[in-house]
């Protein structure tokens, strides 16, 4: 089904040749590079050498977890107006919050902000942010930044990457996007799909065969090959948003006539132009994928990696259903999480809830699809339910006016509007040991918003809208969309765009000055953030040891976004699922801070636990997270932010999962360090002499003295590669000081 190619291979006459095999001269191999979509794309936006991106981008989105941040810090560092498009979204947190109307005060500013600094704003229902970008938003050739990790909108001919806030606050402050030139990973499409195989099958097995070997890691993955024209733009869109599943930095496909009818169908026929490779041309490695051979996939909790085909799980049921409830029962801390009990004694799998939604599920030909599956069936009276959520008012409109809305109604189906609480936990949460299967984005541990520390833990599988419409059908029995009968007869979709015309504040880049921001109760600043010191010494206050840890687990979605305006507030719920002493530890720590830049002196108890070790004049002490390979999942800035407004000055990682998480990081002021074998325990010490001195310098090691239980002992940490402006924003002490020391010079 997938290959793997991990030499360098040409893509030339229509095939992918390796590169031991094609017999290039050098000069030759130097214009194959040059001629990958991936390659002038980006360098029509560097601002820098051909190594060292700095990137500039066409226009930029956020949504509203993230944008209220974003303008305050933008705000903070000199903000006059948006000099790009932007787009603000509310699609997050759609819903009042418990006992205020926290989320509703969040729109009212976005709002506010829109027509004072010049951007567009889509009020809550309308679209989720990734559907309107590809409605309206995205234009062949060109890079958009979106502050949310599904940022893709490759299927359209647009480079587009996901990263948390400050690097969109770059942007508006019309500095760039700086990154090494990545490396360009071809995914070779061949064949085609057969009916009941939908796109998040293909990403599933996608997933599978490239995450856990970190094969497409922070590169870029350029579709090619001749399977690409057997796909429609809805499935090119549905495989395109959950590459970011696979930890890849973007993606961009060839585009065709699809494409170009796309863009022609949403009124903006000027956007398309033809993408082509270059033949040949030169990728770093390949991905091959048989497109008849793909079939209906399961990603089983607690991540989509964990995938299986249909068949292979049916065939193993319990014992795959066992190692996840094992998983589970760790994570609720007792062996009352049960898996099994969905296992009944004929074998078959039955689950409580069927959820379409999202970026992923929620498009026109994944709904009209699974209308087809259920259409003269119900789902029954009994525990399981369907929801059913169209990404986009128009995609709503469009299946209204062809009749698959009202089927799915009398099916039993309960359709909604555009929203993403399925997605990271604020929309159909699931009863205690429930069993959802999916077609949107995740399925982390406790992203469908189960509460572990309540005694409450639920489970999600992800898996194609056409499989969830199939096990609808048969009352919830877990069925693979192979196994129905039915006809694919999908009904032309026409876009309305009067939807947008009436609704959508349309103000890029027409600011109003004199218009004033609106501020609800819980809008709040970011707190002041100190400059790195001369010397710095961190206590450990949470260590966590899982192979993988979450943004999530750093800090929690769902309804805990609802404080996401106010730093504080979100702070407190910092690894509250993980590791709940967190809070509290660095909280002690920021205080015992806070008496030394008081009293010039660290706290008597803590020279105590330091011993014989003498620290210097104009250190920083702050609290540390320890973890094996930290950031996997979404790019909200907060999972750093709110372990440094908790007094955070750095993580130690064996690896960070993404760059997008590592880049959060150091525009918040922390120190991403990195220590292969080190093993460290809560309430560990670990001071660095001259850390200003080797920020300033470029140095990538540092010398540290670790203290445990009293003993010291030298021990190595690496920063790794740093920009020239990393490096200043970390002396600093955060990108909001970095631009007023900017200002002030």
Same mark, same amino acid.
């Given at each position: 089904?997938?290959?793997?190619?991990?030499?360098?291979?040409?893509?030339?006459?229509?095939?992918?040749?390796?590169?031991?095999?094609?017999?290039?001269?050098?000069?030759?191999?130097?214009?194959?590079?040059?001629?990958?979509?991936?390659?002038?794309?980006?360098?029509?936006?560097?601002?820098?050498?051909?190594?060292?991106?700095?990137?500039?981008?066409?226009?930029?989105?956020?949504?509203?977890?993230?944008?209220?941040?974003?303008?305050?810090?933008?705000?903070?560092?000199?903000?006059?107006?948006?000099?790009?498009?932007?787009?603000?979204?509310?699609?997050?947190?759609?819903?009042?919050?418990?006992?205020?109307?926290?989320?509703?005060?969040?729109?009212?500013?976005?709002?506010?902000?829109?027509?004072?600094?010049?951007?567009?704003?889509?009020?809550?229902?309308?679209?989720v942010i990734h559907q309107y970008m590809r409605e309206c938003g995205a234009k062949c050739g060109?890079?958009?930044?979106?502050?949310?990790?599904?940022?893709?909108?490759?299927?359209?001919?647009?480079?587009?990457?996901?990263?948390?806030?400050?690097?969109?606050?770059?942007?508006?402050?019309?500095?760039?996007?700086?990154v090494r030139r990545p490396a360009v990973i071809a995914v070779y499409l061949k064949g085609k799909l057969r009916k009941g195989v939908g796109p998040q099958d293909v990403?599933?097995?996608?997933?599978?065969?490239?995450?856990?070997?970190?094969?497409?890691?922070?590169?870029?993955?350029?579709?090619?090959?001749?399977?690409?024209?057997?796909?429609?733009?809805?499935?090119?869109?549905?495989?395109?948003?959950?590459?970011?599943?696979?930890?890849?930095?973007?993606?961009?496909?060839?585009?065709?006539?699809?494409?170009?009818?796309?863009?022609?169908?949403?009124?903006?026929?000027?956007?398309?132009?033809?993408?082509?490779?270059?033949?040949?041309?030169?990728?770093?490695?390949?991905?091959?994928?048989?497109?008849?051979?793909?079939?209906?996939?399961?990603?089983?909790?607690?991540?989509?990696?964990?995938?299986?085909?249909?068949?292979?799980?049916?065939?193993?049921?319990?014992?795959?259903?066992?190692?996840?409830?094992?998983?589970?029962?760790?994570?609720?801390?007792?062996?009352?999480?049960?898996?099994?009990?969905?296992?009944?004694?004929?074998?078959?799998?039955?689950?409580?809830?069927?959820?379409?939604?999202?970026?992923?599920?929620?498009?026109?030909?994944?709904?009209?699809?699974?209308?087809?599956?259920?259409?003269?069936?119900?789902?029954?009276?009994?525990?399981?339910?369907?929801?059913?959520?169209?990404?986009?008012?128009?995609?709503?409109?469009?299946?209204?006016?062809?009749?698959?809305?009202?089927?799915?109604?009398?099916?039993?189906?309960?359709?909604?509007?555009?929203?993403?609480?399925?997605?990271?936990?604020?929309?159909?949460?699931?009863?205690?040991?429930?069993?959802?299967?999916?077609?949107?984005?995740?399925?982390?541990?406790?992203?469908?918003?189960?509460?572990?520390?309540?005694?409450?833990?639920?489970?999600?599988?992800?898996?194609?809208?056409?499989?969830?419409?199939?096990?609808?059908?048969?009352?919830?029995?877990?069925?693979?969309?192979?196994?129905?009968?039915?006809?694919?007869?999908?009904?032309?979709?026409?876009?309305?765009?009067?939807?947008?015309?009436?609704?959508?504040?349309?103000?890029?880049?027409?600011?109003?000055? +004199?218009?004033? =921001?609106?501020?609800?109760? *819980? #809008? &709040?600043?970011?707190?002041?953030?100190?400059?790195?010191?001369? /010397? $710095?010494?961190?206590?450990?206050?949470?260590?966590?040891?899982?192979?993988?840890?979450?943004?999530?687990?750093?800090?929690?979605?769902?309804?805990?976004?609802?404080?996401?305006?106010?730093?504080?507030?979100?702070?407190?719920?910092?690894?509250?699922?993980?590791?709940?002493?967190?809070?509290?530890?660095?909280?002690?720590?920021?205080?015992?801070?806070?008496?030394?830049?008081?009293?010039?002196?660290?706290?008597?108890?803590?020279?105590?636990?330091?011993?014989?070790?003498?620290?210097?004049?104009?250190?920083?002490?702050?609290?540390?997270?320890?973890?094996?390979?930290?950031?996997?999942?979404?790019?909200?800035?907060?999972?750093?932010?709110? +372990?440094?407004? =908790?007094?955070?000055?750095? *993580? #130690? &990682?064996?690896?960070?999962?993404?760059?997008?998480?590592?880049? /959060? $990081?150091?525009?918040?002021?922390?120190?991403?360090?990195?220590?292969?074998?080190?093993?460290?325990?809560?309430?560990?010490?670990?001071?660095?002499?001259?850390?200003?001195?080797?920020?300033?310098?470029?140095?990538?090691?540092?010398?540290?003295?670790?203290?445990?239980?009293?003993?010291?002992?030298?021990?190595?940490?690496?920063?790794?590669?740093?920009?020239?402006?990393?490096?200043?924003?970390?002396?600093?002490?955060?990108?909001?000081?970095?631009?007023?020391?900017?200002?002030?010079?």
């Amino acid at each position: 089904m997938i290959k793997l190619i991990r030499s360098g291979v040409y893509y030339t006459g229509g095939k992918i040749v390796k590169e031991s095999q094609a017999f290039l001269r050098e000069e030759q191999k130097k214009q194959a590079i040059r001629s990958t979509i991936s390659h002038r794309i980006l360098s029509a936006h560097n601002h820098g050498d051909e190594e060292n991106l700095k990137i500039k981008f066409d226009a930029i989105a956020s949504h509203d977890i993230t944008y209220v941040g974003i303008i305050q810090t933008a705000k903070a560092s000199g903000l006059e107006k948006f000099p790009l498009p932007y787009t603000l979204t509310n699609c997050h947190n759609s819903l009042c919050a418990v006992g205020g109307t926290i989320n509703e005060d969040d729109h009212v500013f976005g709002l506010s902000a829109a027509k004072k600094y010049g951007a567009d704003y889509v009020p809550a229902h309308l679209a989720v942010i990734h559907q309107y970008m590809r409605e309206c938003g995205a234009k062949c050739g060109a890079m958009i930044l979106g502050s949310d990790s599904h940022t893709r909108y490759g299927a359209l001919g647009t480079m587009a990457i996901g990263e948390g806030g400050p690097e969109l606050v770059k942007q508006i402050l019309n500095q760039t996007y700086d990154v090494r030139r990545p490396a360009v990973i071809a995914v070779y499409l061949k064949g085609k799909l057969r009916k009941g195989v939908g796109p998040q099958d293909v990403a599933l097995a996608l997933v599978k065969a490239t995450f856990k070997k970190e094969f497409v890691k922070n590169k870029i993955l350029e579709f090619v090959g001749p399977g690409i024209h057997n796909l429609s733009m809805d499935y090119r869109n549905g495989i395109d948003v959950m590459t970011t599943e696979t930890a890849c930095l973007s993606s961009v496909w060839e585009t065709d006539e699809k494409t170009k009818e796309y863009y022609e169908i949403h009124g903006r026929a000027g956007d398309y132009q033809e993408l082509k490779a270059g033949d040949p041309a030169y990728y770093d490695g390949a991905v091959v994928i048989d497109l008849s051979r793909v079939e209906p996939m399961i990603a089983l909790p607690f991540h989509p990696s964990n995938a299986y085909t249909n068949r292979q799980f049916m065939a193993h049921t319990r014992a795959n259903m066992e190692k996840v409830e094992e998983q589970g029962r760790k994570l609720k801390g007792d062996d009352s999480f049960t898996l099994t009990d969905k296992i009944m004694p004929d074998g078959r799998v039955k689950v409580d809830q069927g959820i379409i939604a999202g970026c992923a599920g929620g498009m026109y030909e994944n709904i009209a699809e699974a209308y087809e599956i259920l259409k003269g069936k119900n789902i029954g009276s009994d525990e399981f339910a369907l929801s059913v959520y169209p990404s986009s008012q128009p995609v709503f409109k469009g299946l209204v006016d062809n009749g698959y809305i009202g089927g799915l109604m009398e099916s039993g189906a309960i359709v909604k509007t555009a929203f993403c609480g399925p997605c990271f936990g604020a929309g159909d949460v699931p009863a205690n040991n429930g069993l959802s299967i999916r077609h949107t984005t995740r399925n982390f541990e406790n992203r469908e918003g189960s509460k572990p520390a309540n005694g409450q833990l639920a489970a999600v599988a992800l898996m194609d809208a056409r499989s969830i419409a199939a096990t609808a059908a048969n009352g919830g029995y877990l069925t693979s969309a192979l196994d129905v009968s039915y006809t694919k007869r999908l009904k032309k979709y026409t876009f309305d765009a009067n939807i947008y015309q009436n609704r959508v504040y349309h103000g890029a880049l027409c600011p109003k000055a +004199q218009e004033k =921001l609106v501020y609800g109760p *819980n #809008i &709040a600043d970011w707190p002041e953030q100190i400059a790195l010191g001369d /010397n $710095l010494l961190m206590r450990m206050a949470s260590v966590l040891t899982d192979p993988v840890t979450t943004t999530d687990e750093l800090i929690p979605s769902g309804e805990t976004s609802s404080y996401r305006s106010n730093p504080m507030k979100l702070a407190s719920f910092a690894l509250s699922r993980k590791d709940p002493a967190y809070v509290g530890r660095a909280q002690a720590i920021q205080k015992e801070e806070a008496q030394r830049r008081e009293t010039g002196k660290l706290p008597d108890e803590v020279l105590a636990a330091l011993g014989s070790l003498k620290i210097g004049e104009n250190t920083v002490y702050g609290s540390c997270v320890v973890a094996v390979k930290p950031g996997d999942g979404s790019a909200r800035e907060q999972a750093a932010s709110c +372990q440094r407004v =908790l007094g955070g000055v750095a *993580n #130690i &990682a064996r690896e960070y999962a993404t760059k997008r998480y590592r880049s /959060n $990081l150091i525009n918040w002021g922390m120190l991403p360090f990195l220590c292969e074998k080190e093993t460290f325990a809560v309430g560990d010490y670990v001071y660095i002499e001259g850390i200003r001195e080797a920020v300033e310098s470029g140095a990538e090691k540092v010398m540290a003295k670790h203290v445990s239980n009293g003993k010291v002992k030298d021990v190595v940490l690496t920063l790794g590669a740093l920009t020239p402006d990393e490096r200043k924003i970390i002396l600093a002490g955060c990108l909001i000081n970095f631009n007023k020391n900017k200002a002030k010079a």
